[in-house]
């Protein structure tokens, strides 16, 4: 199977491992997030987390309409 998607690819068996093995690592390094805060920056953006979300007036009259294949 591998061969024949690097064969698909046009490449060689082991450019192609390379090559897929370099794309996942971008993935997994670029999937992990770290960031630090203070302790009142932390306490802030737990508090903002906490907060419940307040719909818009927009939103509101959105859900409230009839969906445009109903209509």
């Not at 060689?12 to 302790?39: H, N, P, T, W, Y």
């Amino acid at each position: 199977m591998l061969c024949r998607a690097a064969n698909l690819r046009g490449q060689k068996l082991s450019e192609f491992m390379l090559d897929s093995a370099r794309r996942l690592a971008e993935v997994i390094i670029l999937d992990q997030r770290a960031f630090f805060l203070g302790a009142d920056a932390h306490e802030k953006f737990i508090d903002l987390l906490d907060a419940p979300n307040t719909p818009s007036e927009e939103l509101r009259a959105r859900m409230a309409s009839r969906p445009v294949w109903e209509r």
